[in-house]
């Protein structure tokens, strides 16, 4: 599978364009008017990190899905909990690994449903998918962009999306919420962090030029190919976001007793 190659690809050459956007705004009421002077280097990696005090920008947000194995008998998000129920202890769910945001949304759908799934995790997400397509494992949440192709191939079967409206792409797939969990709600979203007391100017410098970037006619064609879609939040609103994020999130690990050693 290439989606993740792709996306990686994609949000690398939008930063591009931020960078010669920043470049562009350097100015004289900046404190840091010569910044940035020199290539920046950005780390890409899989656990979030940070406070709400490093954030960047929150570049853009995408849809997380229900999808099962081709075969199985659910075809609702009420016939998976029966079958789970039914079976207690026989059926499993996969994730991208432990603490992953397909990991947590899972566990968030079990305390909220009263369900108990076996967590097989993988080490990334081709595994996971291609084993779900494989029939390995029962189900699993995920995002678009990545489970679509399969699900249009007849290889997994989406039942439910984890945002409060249907989407577009699959409009005849419910959302959890309509489906009986009310208020149910998981997106994935791509942020770009700062180092710690990275100056407040500097942030603000970086987020107007990252929002205006990921808005650009370019930046939303490319997007829309692995569906999602760009954020306008700035410096102050990503804090308000991951500090929401991270409570939600927190009270699901601290319940479900999470660690990545798992």
Same mark, same amino acid.
């Given at each position: 599978m290439h989606i993740r190659s792709r996306r990686r690809s994609y949000f690398a050459a939008v930063l591009g364009v931020a960078a010669a956007l920043i470049a562009a705004q350097a100015g004289a009421q900046s404190p840091h008017p010569d910044f940035p002077n020199r290539p920046m280097r950005i780390i890409v990696a899989v656990p979030a990190g940070g406070g709400v005090d490093l954030s960047l920008a929150i570049m853009a947000v995408g849809p997380n899905v229900l999808a099962v194995k081709h075969d199985s008998p659910a075809h609702t998000v009420a016939d998976l909990i029966a079958l789970a129920k039914a079976n207690p202890g026989k059926m499993s769910y996969a994730s991208q690994g432990n603490g992953s945001t397909t990991h947590l949304t899972m566990e968030l759908f079990l305390s909220r #449903?009263?369900?108990?799934?076996?967590?097989?995790?993988?080490?990334?997400?081709?595994?996971?998918?291609?084993?779900?397509?494989?029939?390995?494992?029962?189900?699993?949440?995920?995002?678009?962009?990545? &489970?679509?192709?399969?699900? @249009?191939?007849?290889?997994?079967? %989406?039942?439910?999306?984890?945002?409060?409206?249907?989407?577009? @792409?699959?409009?005849?797939?419910?959302?959890?919420?309509?489906?009986?969990?009310?208020?149910?709600?998981?997106? #994935?979203?791509?942020?770009?962090?700062?180092?710690?007391? #990275?100056?407040?100017?500097?942030?603000?410098?970086?987020?107007?030029?990252?929002?205006?970037?990921?808005?650009?006619?370019?930046?939303?064609?490319?997007?829309? #190919?692995?569906?999602?879609?760009?954020?306008?939040?700035?410096?102050?609103?990503?804090?308000?976001? &991951?500090?929401? @994020?991270?409570?939600?999130?927190?009270?699901?690990?601290?319940?479900?007793? &999470?660690? %990545?050693? @798992?």
């Open positions: #449903t009263g369900v108990k799934l076996v967590h097989v995790p993988y080490r990334g997400a081709a595994p996971a998918a291609n084993d779900l397509a494989g029939g390995h494992v029962d189900t699993m949440f995920w995002d678009l962009g990545t &489970i679509l192709p399969l699900h @249009q191939g007849g290889r997994v079967r %989406i039942i439910a999306v984890a945002t409060l409206a249907r989407l577009s @792409q699959i409009p005849e797939v419910p959302t959890i919420d309509e489906s009986g969990v009310a208020g149910f709600s998981s997106t #994935t979203f791509y942020a770009l962090m700062a180092p710690p007391k #990275t100056p407040s100017a500097m942030r603000e410098k970086l987020n107007k030029a990252i929002v205006t970037a990921m808005q650009s006619p370019e930046a939303e064609t490319r997007l829309k #190919t692995i569906f999602v879609g760009a954020s306008p939040l700035g410096v102050h609103e990503t804090g308000d976001f &991951i500090k929401a @994020q991270a409570k939600l999130w927190g009270d699901v690990i601290r319940a479900a007793r &999470i660690t %990545i050693e @798992q």
